[in-house]
């Protein structure tokens, strides 16, 4: 599975990490999928998604935007979601971390014939910041489980 983000934060931009901000939920749901408590460094985190069969990848390529915030992106330019896709044939699902990644998807890519056969899930986002709906780590893990039949060893694969 593939899980899509918005755009990577300040933080993320600067360390050149994915979901390199540690308030931000990503490593400890992913973790959590498989009963684990998130390794420290980066490039054992990197092998982990890799070992259950998890990429990371960003819907937009460039755009505007001061701060983190999604709701703060203009002039978003999409990444090449369809060359990805077809470079790795065995991806299964694309997961949306977040409604502006799912509505960029949906802006660009939502009648493409090449993405057609892949399940979409569209998740709450691993952003610290509280949603009425989504307010601690334990409010997102309980939708993040649906991705549990899609990780590679899960009783799903």
Known sequence: MLVLGSMP?????????????DRNYMWRILYALSGRVPDEGYEDRLAYAASIGVGMWDMI???????????NIRDAVPNDLVGLVQAYPSLRALVFNGTKSFATYQK?????P????????????????????????????????R???????????
């Open 108 to 112: 660009h890519f939502k009648n493409h």
């Open 147 to 157: 991705l549990k039949p899609y990780l590679r060893g899960s009783a799903g694969l």
């Open 9 to 21: 934060g300040v933080k993320s931009l600067q360390e050149q990490r994915y979901y390199a901000n």
């Open 61 to 71: 390529n460039s755009c505007v935007r001061p701060g983190s915030l999604d709701m």
């Open 114 to 145: 090449d993405l057609a056969g892949l399940e979409l899930l569209r998740m709450p986002s691993t952003s610290p910041i509280p949603t009425p709906a989504m307010r601690t780590l334990e409010d997102r893990l309980a939708e993040w489980i």
